[in-house]
């Protein structure tokens, strides 16, 4: 695991960590806004080792969070057709809809499957020319490359019987919207890495600029983190407000601009709704008029679906960073990761999650 | 083999319509006349045949070689095998049967004195697969030092079925003064585990073909018995065992600080896993300590015994990569904690239901 082991190493990390130590001289609340940033600050520990001025807030960018309850909705009508094969990252299949989940569909009787690439639901397409092979595809910017060049290979093959679910968001638009709202705590964003891999990190700048707020594009791995953290609360203590990169070694300014010209020949830019948070302007990506016949919510006639949350969960407040899962009056009590009652307790990404299954328990740990 | 006319009882049939059907696996197979005679004398018996087996009455009788000490105890397991692909790197359906079932009882203790083998069979069923299954159960049989004395066979129409499904019990005697249920472990205990882990998961899940992952991770799945009697032989007071199946380490160990009402803590840099299984669990988003293992143990000796349980193990091939990897604690009671590499605490959870790869 040459690259990653020495993102991991112990000395480095605690190297890191003093020179951290080091440079705090007040409070600072830091919001990491990818999931799996989430997860690996939870996972290793990291969170504990932090000087006791510094808050991490977890971020909206779990592609499983949010996607809307009226999507999931519509994804559970289309599996259930019997002429349908309902492809899907596995991750998606636990959510819960407004009555059940993808498993529930599947044990019913619909054919459910889980891919690792919308490019695998392409083939089970062409393998299945009697069936409508439909592919769930939500996700960020890092899924929004693959799943429309899928659509580029079906029009390529000539398969009539593949079409996408889409619920595509982008991040910067949700950042403005955490900036922009009346009860914002965050003083600096850990962006990204992997999206700014495929975006670049030009379309920060903007953002920094407006809001005097420092971004910081930050990997995965516990120095990565740190790194991140350190080059962030450095900006704070000196008053910048820049985009700073500390992942040079996946993200450039341009990012990936092959990837970039895949996603716009098949997307356009529109508002989208955010599960828990509400409709952000120009946040989400929708198929261009002349892709329309991919689209699996038009071809099955299920946009007008409407649904309603459990009223207990606050995972909206949690996605935009107010509160943490711990302030949940459902936490760990019905709210499981076995029996979610929201999004955020759905995948590893989730912070809920997270937090259940590592053990941030309203007890303290030993 | 359709022309061999050499084996009693396995006569042409009467009927002139059923062909001998010697390639597939048909309904007839199951029907308990001829065909079923001539599948059990022409591809059972040649493989596990023994004389316990062989004798073929409705009940397998288990002779006792001597009578069975005071305080020695009876342990009775069953399992069904049920996998896909039916053969993966490392192993296949039979293996993993007769390993299964060998293991369960090992981890009470137990030396094996007979194991009984159903077949649920789907029509259609390449007949030469279900001879290589059979072939497999005989090596793995040798292997354990334990035979198959009592089989059933069914045949369910195609489509019902999945291939192969196997369902397996076993009966074993434990030797007086042995405990090592799960309910023993106590504060200041050694956890030790045999060898690396989710191995055998990644294993079966690669061989799968939907993975878009090609590996050279190979199952470990092993009987083992002779290591637990190598533990037992070295004088160790085994004081719980559990083999880290489905669920993997995490759901074992959850397991026995649930029972024993106990706490452990794991120390991450010491967990055993291979450099192409932490990959593979990188890109997919796996923990390995939720993947299933099919020949490890984890064992919970007294602390000042654990060299000697170390050396134990390490002494036999199937424990060469055994290692302490964490210690039983006060408290708090039912909680595996595992202080990660770079000095963090996290909690170690059990795995909700199906592993999921994550999305990005």
């Known amino acids: 695991m040459k690259h990653v082991t020495e993102f991991r190493d112990p000395r480095l990390v605690h190297t890191a960590l003093s020179e951290l130590h080091r440079v705090v001289t007040r409070p600072h609340v830091i919001m990491e806004v990818c999931g799996g940033q989430t997860h690996a600050i939870v996972r290793s520990g990291l969170d504990q080792l932090l000087p006791a001025g510094i808050e991490l807030v977890h971020g909206p960018g779990c592609p499983v969070c949010v996607t809307p309850l009226a999507t999931l909705d519509q994804a559970l009508a289309i599996a259930r057709r019997p002429e349908v094969i309902f492809t899907s990252y596995g991750d998606m299949l636990r959510v819960p809809g407004s009555d059940g989940d993808l498993f529930g569909v599947r044990a019913a009787g619909g054919d459910v499957r889980v891919v690792y690439s919308p490019l695998d639901a392409v083939e089970i397409a062409r393998k299945n020319p009697d069936r409508e092979v439909v592919f769930f595809a939500i996700g960020f910017e890092t899924t929004a490359p693959a799943n429309a060049m899928s659509v580029l290979m079906a029009r390529r093959r000539g398969l009539r019987n593949y079409s996408l679910l889409v619920s595509q968001m982008c991040v910067p638009g949700a950042m403005r919207a955490i900036l922009a709202s009346p009860g914002n705590r965050v003083q600096a964003f850990l962006a990204a890495g992997h999206v700014c891999a495929v975006m670049g990190w030009r379309e920060y700048v903007p953002i920094a600029a407006e809001y005097r707020v420092p971004i910081v594009v930050t990997g995965f791995e516990p120095l990565d983190l740190v790194h991140g953290i350190l080059m962030a609360v450095r900006q704070l203590e000196t008053g910048r407000a820049e985009v700073e990169n500390a992942y040079p070694r996946a993200v450039s300014e341009r990012g990936n601009e092959g990837a970039q010209g895949v996603v716009r020949e098949v997307f356009q830019t529109g508002d989208h709704a955010w599960r828990g948070i509400g409709v952000i302007p120009d946040s989400g990506l929708y198929l261009r008029e002349e892709w329309r016949a991919y689209d699996a919510a038009t071809r099955f006639d299920v946009g007008h679906l409407q649904t309603a949350e459990p009223a207990i969960c606050i995972a909206g407040e949690i996605l935009q960073g107010r509160r943490r899962p711990t302030d949940c009056p459902a936490f760990g009590d019905p709210c499981t990761p076995d029996r979610p009652l929201g999004a955020t307790m759905v995948s590893p990404e989730g912070a809920c999650h997270a937090y259940h299954r590592y053990g941030r328990v309203r007890e303290a740990i030993p | ?360």
């Open chain 2, 1 to 360: 083999m359709s022309n061999d006319p050499g084996i009693p009882g396995a006569a042409a049939p009467a009927c002139p319509l059923p062909l001998p059907h010697h390639d597939r696996i048909v309904l007839g197979h199951g029907g308990g006349g001829r065909l079923t005679a001539e599948l059990i004398e022409r591809l059972f018996r040649p493989r596990l045949g023994n004389p316990t087996l062989d004798a073929g009455d409705d009940a397998a009788l288990l002779e006792l070689r001597e009578p069975l000490p005071a305080g020695a105890r009876l342990a009775l397991t069953t399992d069904a095998h049920i996998v896909r692909p039916l053969f993966f790197p490392g192993g296949d359906i039979g293996r993993l049967a007769i390993c299964g079932t060998v293991n369960d009882l090992a981890m009470v203790g137990a030396r094996p004195l007979g194991l009984a083998a159903a077949f649920v069979i789907e029509e259609g069923l390449d007949t030469a697969l279900l001879a290589r299954v059979a072939d497999s159960m005989r090596d793995a049989a040798a292997e354990a030092g334990v035979a198959v004395v009592a089989g059933d066979t069914k045949v369910a129409e195609r489509g019902n079925v999945d291939g192969l499904y196997i369902a397996t019990a076993a009966v074993g005697v434990v030797p007086p003064g042995r405990d090592c249920r799960a309910a023993g472990a106590r504060p200041g205990d050694a956890v030790i585990v045999s060898g690396s882990l989710g191995e055998h998961g990644l294993a079966v899940l690669a061989a799968r073909g939907d993975l878009a992952l090609r590996t050279t991770i190979v199952s470990d799945v092993a009987p083992l018995n002779g290591l637990v009697e190598a533990l037992f032989a070295a004088g160790v007071d085994v004081r719980a065992l559990r083999d880290p199946t489905r669920g993997g380490l995490a759901a074992a160990l959850n397991e026995i600080a649930a029972r024993s009402g106990v706490g452990l803590t794991l120390d991450e840099a010491a967990i055993p896993v291979r450099p192409e299984v932490a990959a593979a669990c990188e890109m997919l988003g796996f923990d390995p300590l939720h993947l299933p293992n099919e020949g490890k143990l984890v064992a919970f000796v007294p602390e000042r015994q654990a060299a000697t349980a170390l050396a134990a193990l390490r002494a036999h091939p199937l424990g060469a990569g055994a290692v302490v990897i964490g210690r039983v604690e006060d408290g708090p009671r039912a909680r595996v904690l595992l202080r990660t590499t770079i000095g963090g605490t996290r909690i170690v959870d059990v795995p909700a239901g199906e592993l999921l790869p994550r999305i990005c």
